[in-house]
């Protein structure tokens, strides 16, 4: 069975760039299957040109650790762990702000990320998108 489909990934992303649009922040917003694997990007207007790879990264960390990547950038500290995410993924999973779990009968199924914002202004419309779903 599909959870995260691309109809889906696709009002996760249009509500995600709404709450951007609230905002007044441009930003890319990237959906993920509940394995990591990109199923949508939409890059905003006036995005930054490193947005795409950075909201997939975001998203594929949130949808991996199956928690929002603020709870995760705040675990990092001095742990060892952490400093070795980036290149145990090669750069695939970035644990910093701004991506949050698509969850569905309290499952993850995918996860949204964003990139141009601050990590809070991202979480916000992340979270604004996983909640569309």
């Not at 609230?22 to 694997?37: H, I, Y």
């Not at 644990?95 to 991202?122: H, N, Y």
């Amino acid at each position: 069975m599909i959870d995260m489909t691309l109809a889906l990934a696709e009002r996760v992303a249009r509500a995600t760039l709404a709450q951007a649009a609230q905002l007044g922040v441009p930003l890319t917003v990237s959906v993920v299957d509940e394995a990591g694997r990109l199923v949508l990007t939409m890059k905003g207007d006036g995005a930054g040109f490193l947005t795409p790879e950075t909201s997939r990264a975001k998203a594929v960390a949130a949808a991996a650790y199956r928690r929002p990547t603020l709870e995760l950038a705040a675990m990092h500290g001095d742990n060892v762990f952490w400093a070795a995410v980036p290149a145990a993924t090669r750069h695939e999973a970035l644990p910093s702000g701004g991506a949050v779990p698509i969850v569905r009968d309290g499952r993850v199924i995918g996860a949204v990320g964003c990139a141009g914002g601050s990590p809070e202004e991202d979480h916000a419309c992340a979270s604004a998108g996983a909640a569309a779903a």
